[in-house]
């Protein structure tokens, strides 16, 4: 007898975050402040009304309502997957064929490309210049020299920040042959006016994904949405594994979407305390050499250095945990507090180097 692992997953190790426990957490774009006393009552609610033997209702239509109402768009235009996550995985294996080529651009979210290595499709790759930015024309040369079945990148993008204006996206549209799939998961922190979300209709090749993981604070739920025509909607609907959304998440997820006020603010105070954190890092900057931080769409800031390994190090040592990339730190906002004891390890870091 003998069983061996195929060659894609035979190498392929487990994702692990950092689980050591830090007093500041700045390392996975999530949202800094937990469920508030009215949240927390708000899941009380929630769970009270969850049918704990029934299986969860396959299509969300409670919350895709509540979340098409916040968003100003029409429900039948959304699909809910267990995380963005699932439905990047469900996307990849389901609308491209055996041999089609993914097109995604470098850096930017890694599991892009992961996915299409377990689903054995060609990835190949639009190289971002120093600036960090998307040139829309060489991207649309690359997808038609390529003849791409699909392209996929984060607008803004995790981890570079950076953001590409809506007349580009809009031109790579009608431009490519391409399924063009635009993941948002950022979108709340940069301007809607160069979201898609409300164009799907316009478009036979659009997907939008957002998630409730980043401005509206609950990656614990584990909700992702997809945002299409109603052609590719029922695609997704019907490639997805039936209860792909549980009870809990559902009920809970169509109650926070609800809070628009709150969520609002929330988002605005997180902006402003990003640019605080990208003000304070641009000041070391002026009086540091090889320490660069990107302007940012997002919650949080980019930075390239030669020294992140170590600067990472001492951060860790002090209870403090960003994300190192090789040449590049990235560090998501927190509280005012957090962003200032962080400033200030750094400063002492770079003094003492
Ligand atoms: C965080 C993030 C997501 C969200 O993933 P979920 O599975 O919904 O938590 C998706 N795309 C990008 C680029 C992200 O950074």
């Known amino acids: 007898m003998s069983y061996e692992l195929n060659d894609k997953i035979k190498n392929l190790v487990p994702y692990e975050p950092n689980c050591g426990k830090?007093?500041?957490?700045?390392?996975?774009?999530?949202?800094?402040?937990?469920?508030?006393?009215?949240?927390?009552?708000?899941?009380?609610?929630?769970?009270?009304?969850?049918?704990?033997?029934?299986?969860?209702?396959?299509?969300?239509?409670?919350?895709?309502?509540?979340?098409?109402?916040?968003?100003?768009?029409?429900?039948?235009?959304?699909?809910?997957?267990n995380g963005s996550d699932e439905l990047i995985s469900i996307l990849q294996s389901a609308f491209m064929k055996k041999g089609d080529k993914l097109l995604v651009c470098t850096p930017d979210f890694s599991m892009y490309e992961f996915y299409s290595s377990i689903s054995e499709n060609p990835c190949v790759k639009y190289h971002k210049d120093e600036s960090l930015n998307i040139d829309v024309d060489m991207l649309i040369k690359k997808a038609n020299d390529e003849k791409a079945s699909m392209i996929l990148f984060s607008n803004p993008c995790n981890p570079t920040g950076q953001g590409l204006p809506k007349c580009d996206a809009v031109r790579l549209l009608n431009s490519v042959d391409s399924l063009v799939i635009l993941d948002e998961a950022y979108m709340d922190f940069w301007d809607d006016k160069n979201s898609l979300i409300k164009d799907v209709n316009c478009y036979d090749n659009l997907v939008v994904l957002r998630t409730a993981s980043k401005a509206v604070g609950s990656a614990a739920?584990?909700?992702?949405?997809?945002?299409?025509?109603?052609?590719?909607?029922?695609?997704?609907s019907a490639v997805k594994s039936p209860y792909?959304?549980?009870?809990?998440?559902?009920?809970?997820?169509?109650?926070?979407?609800?809070?628009?006020?709150?969520?609002?603010?929330?988002?605005?105070?997180?902006?402003?305390?990003?640019?605080?954190?990208?003000?304070?890092?641009?000041?070391?900057?002026?009086?540091?050499?090889?320490?660069?931080?990107?302007?940012?769409?997002?919650?949080f800031v980019f930075i390239k250095t030669s020294f992140g390994k170590e600067l990472w190090e001492y951060l860790k040592s002090q209870s403090i945990i960003i994300r190192y990339m090789g040449e590049y730190l990235r560090i998501t906002t927190g509280t005012a507090e957090e962003i200032a004891a962080t400033i200030s390890a750094i400063k002492k870091f770079i003094s003492e180097r």
Request: with cysteine.
């Open 22 to 81: 830090y007093n500041i957490r700045l390392d996975a774009n999530e949202c800094t402040f937990g469920y508030d006393n009215e949240l927390l009552n708000m899941v009380n609610a929630a769970i009270n009304s969850v049918e704990f033997n029934r299986y969860p209702d396959p299509v969300c239509k409670t919350l895709r309502k509540s979340f098409a109402d916040f968003y100003g768009i029409d429900y039948k235009n959304v699909t809910v997957g």
């Open 221 to 236: 739920l584990r909700l992702g949405f997809a945002v299409a025509n109603k052609t590719i909607s029922r695609a997704i």
């Open 244 to 299: 792909n959304v549980n009870s809990i998440s559902q009920a809970i997820g169509t109650r926070i979407y609800e809070k628009r006020e709150y969520l609002l603010n929330r988002t605005k105070y997180i902006v402003e305390n990003t640019k605080v954190l990208y003000n304070e890092l641009l000041k070391i900057s002026a009086e540091t050499d090889d320490f660069k931080p990107y302007p940012t769409k997002t919650n």
